[in-house]
């Protein structure tokens, strides 16, 4: 009798170690938690954060992308190699400590330090102490996950079709490059918001949209469907979390600007990749099958 494969025994590649496993997880519970209230309070057109915001869109969008991101880091810990979820670790790094670096350069405008309403402060004073902590966490594991000894890369079993990468390489980059511009000129770029921010909402917005060109873009390196599981359920998660906001705070968004235009073509991208990634996966799992049963019945067969 053999031994059941532990985890990380691989034919190739790098094993996924157990820290990104449990980070991912922990992430995928809090993600569910406060981006479902930050989501909900939202709808109702009431603004809840860990900073004043003159919209209730921004928190909502923030929200949104945390609860559409969850399911997808939740499938990690299925993964055996770090080559499986890098497109989804990897920007889920860049959110955690991104994020918690814009809190603390803009400490000064978190409720914590100017008061207001004692929820707001006690949502401030968590956001800040869990977000210190997470992406503390992120890069311990990730730097860990870096230095484990690798094998000889895995073979691409599903390379992404011609058609698609001219489209997801326009997406990544838009996502990207937006990202950089609120992130780092955030009183320039914010006027390109089809609804009002200040300067911690444009760079919060900014780290997600950062995050979200560098995972389209990883996936597109990564060039194998089978590689990007976790992402594929991550990006229609978000676009659809994040058009159930938009759709029920229209009424705070510019939608005859040009940078609503553009806002609904990149959430309609995310959608469109994530789903027709999924039905690719699917159709060559299910080719793979068919080709291994007439396999099975060709073998069977009496000559």
């Excluded at 059941?4 to 995928?28: F, H, K, Q, S």
């Excluded at 860990?144 to 000894?149: A, D, I, S």
């Amino acid at each position: 009798m053999t031994n059941a494969p532990e985890r990380g025994a691989t034919d190739g590649g790098r094993p996924l170690t157990a820290g990104v496993v449990i980070l991912a997880t922990t992430v995928a519970v809090v993600s569910l938690l406060v981006g479902g209230v930050l989501s909900a309070v939202s709808l109702t057109g009431h603004v809840l954060g860990a900073w004043s915001s003159p919209e209730s869109v921004s928190p909502g969008l923030i929200g949104a992308a945390m609860l559409g991101t969850a399911p997808g880091l939740f499938t990690v810990a299925k993964a055996r190699r770090w080559e499986e979820v890098r497109t989804l670790v990897l920007p889920l790094g860049i959110v955690l400590v991104g994020l918690f670096a814009v809190a603390v350069l803009d400490a000064g405008r978190l409720y914590i330090a100017r008061g207001g309403p004692i929820v707001s402060v006690l949502f401030s004073l968590g956001w800040l102490s869990t977000l210190g902590l997470l992406s503390a966490a992120a890069l311990i594991t990730l730097t860990w996950q870096h230095l484990t000894p690798a094998g000889p890369p895995p073979p691409r079993t599903t390379p992404l079709p011609a058609w698609s990468k001219p489209p997801l390489a326009v997406l990544g980059s838009a996502w990207l490059g937006i990202g950089a511009g609120l992130l780092t000129r955030p009183s320039f770029w914010a006027d390109f918001v089809p609804w009002t921010v200040n300067r911690v909402d444009a760079q919060a917005l900014g780290v997600w949209a950062l995050a979200l060109g560098v995972g389209v873009l990883g996936a597109l390196a990564e060039d194998d469907l089978d590689r990007t599981r976790p992402a594929l359920l991550a990006l229609p998660g978000t676009a659809v979390a994040a058009a159930v906001v938009l759709a029920f705070r229209a009424s705070a968004v510019n939608w005859s600007s040009g940078p609503a235009l553009g806002l609904v073509c990149m959430v309609s991208g995310l959608f469109l990749a994530g789903a027709s990634g999924r039905l690719l996966l699917g159709s060559a799992g299910r080719d793979e099958s068919a080709g291994a049963a007439a396999g099975a019945v060709g073998r069977g067969t009496p000559r």
